[in-house]
T-cell receptor
Framework: KQEVTQIPAALSVPEGENLVLNCSFTDSAIYNLQWFRQDPGKGLTSLLLIQSSQREQTSGRLNASLDKSSGRSTLYIAASQPGDSATYLCAVTQLNYGGATNKLIFGTGTLLAVQP | DADVTQTPRNRITKTGKRIMLECSQTKGHDRMYWYRQDPGLGLRLIYYSFDVKDINKGEISDGYSVSRQAQAKFSLSLESAIPNQTALYFC????????????????FGDGTRLSIL
């Protein structure tokens, strides 16, 4: 059974710092991996999607990498800002998981606080 | 207006009551999903629908039922609510691409916070 883990559960950094969030998964048979942002009282916003054949994706100050063979992904945030404070979730689309398709398996998230 | 709208946003009810959570979308997506989020457990898939006539159970469908009334509407029902169904519920949508698996990200509503006493 696929398990997705995010460590640390919470992280606090000063404004301007570059930071890395980690995501690991136990089964490398994934179709893609997505990073989401969740703000309090809000739903999830998709940040980046990396297909299994890709190594990384970039959007603005965000860069996500994928090492499928080792079961790891990282989300790099450059020059962090207080507005980046949120919970960051990673999720994998599993291949042939119980017959389901487009099924996302989520980690429990990292709560990021960027201090002004 | 939000692309994916969930109603109600908050609901408190009693054990044994029947509850319906509604989701509507203006994105024109074929695929819709219901998840629940619990602290320490992340989001888990309850049901998903690839079109009006295609509804499938997810990871934790027991105690829940769904109805896809139209392409834009997907409702989740708790026939007889119990306290361990207290959670944050999310609806999501994604485009259908003709294949089984899509590389299109899912778009989420703002959630319904459900408390069952």
């Amino acid at each position: 059974k696929q398990e997705v883990t995010q460590i640390p559960a919470a992280l606090s950094v000063p404004e301007g710092e570059n930071l890395v969030l980690n995501c690991s998964f136990t089964d490398s048979a994934i179709y893609n991996l997505q990073w989401f942002r969740q703000d309090p009282g809000k739903g999830l916003t998709s940040l980046l999607l990396i297909q299994s054949s890709q190594r990384e994706q970039t959007s603005g100050r965000l860069n996500a990498s994928l090492d499928k063979s080792s079961g790891r992904s990282t989300l790099y945030i450059a020059a962090s800002q207080p507005g980046d404070s949120a919970t960051y979730l990673c999720a994998v689309t599993q291949l042939n998981y119980g017959g389901a398709t487009n099924k996302l398996i989520f980690g429990t998230g990292t709560l990021l606080a960027v201090q002004p | 207006d939000a692309d994916v709208t969930q109603t109600p946003r908050n609901r408190i009810t009693k054990t044994g009551k029947r509850i319906m959570l509604e989701c509507s979308q203006t994105k024109g997506h074929d695929r819709m999903y219901w998840y629940r989020q619990d602290p320490g457990l992340g989001l888990r898939l309850i049901y998903y629908s690839f079109d009006v006539k295609d509804i499938n159970k997810g990871e934790i469908s027991d105690g829940y039922s769904v109805s896809r009334q139209a392409q834009a509407k997907f409702s989740l029902s708790l026939e007889s609510a119990i306290p361990n169904q207290t959670a944050l519920y999310f609806c999501a949508t994604s485009p259908g691409t003709g294949g089984w698996i899509s590389n299109q990200p899912q778009h989420f509503g703002d959630g319904t916070r459900l408390s069952i006493l």
